[in-house]
């Protein structure tokens, strides 16, 4: 990864919402920020395909993107597409790499090119002052949906609930996202 932290696009780009993960390196520079007005300028924050081989997020964030093509957006969205090389090979993580859920404030590995990265958008977002983040990632085997909280504060846990009657509250690992974004609201983990 170079000292180029991430692209940031203040609209969707081209081929964008039709393009499966596995393509997406055709259509990103690398790890991008969509940040996207709304009505209500509070944005809500996404981040997705932090696995390259896990999916769920990109489909449903193009899914709703697409829904409303036509009209504003209730709120501002920054969402955050990940890692599009892993993605470019069905793989969680390129060889080299940290992994994109494990680099964020907190991290054990702050000085990794991915950790500069994670804290710039942390920084970018933080400015912003989010109304609710949220990690999408696929769930693995026969489990249930469920999300995940790092703290057991009402808004978390009520921010869970609308995803998943099943709430996991989890301390380790250190460095995921969801845990350094309840630094600045709402924030949960919900695999799909």
Not at 70 to 97: D, K, Y
Not at 101 to 110: E, F, Y
Request: proline letters at 9%; a neutral charge; one cysteine or more.
């Amino acid at each position: 990864m170079s000292d180029e932290i991430c692209a940031v696009f203040d609209h969707i780009p081209q081929g964008f919402l039709d393009c499966p993960a596995s393509r997406l390196a055709d259509v990103l520079p690398g790890p991008t920020l969509l940040d996207l007005p709304g009505r209500d300028p509070r944005p809500l924050f996404v981040s997705a395909l932090l696995h390259g081989n896990e999916d769920s997020g990109l489909v449903a964030a193009q899914e709703a993107l697409r829904r409303w093509s036509s009209r504003e957006l209730p709120r501002a969205l920054l969402l955050f597409i990940g890692n599009v090389r892993a993605a470019a090979q069905n793989l969680r993580t390129l060889p080299g790499q940290h992994d994109f859920n494990r680099v964020w404030p907190g991290t054990a590995t702050p000085d990794a090119p991915e950790a500069r990265m994670a804290r710039w958008i942390y920084d970018y977002v933080a400015r912003r002052r989010p109304f609710a983040s949220l990690d999408i990632h696929n769930n693995t085997g026969f489990n249930p949906h469920y999300a995940c909280v790092t703290r057991l504060e009402p808004q978390f846990v009520g921010l869970a609930q609308l995803f998943s009657r099943i709430v996991v509250n989890f301390e380790r690992p250190l460095g995921v996202q969801a845990r350094a974004f309840a630094n600045l609201c709402p924030a949960i983990t919900v695999e799909c």
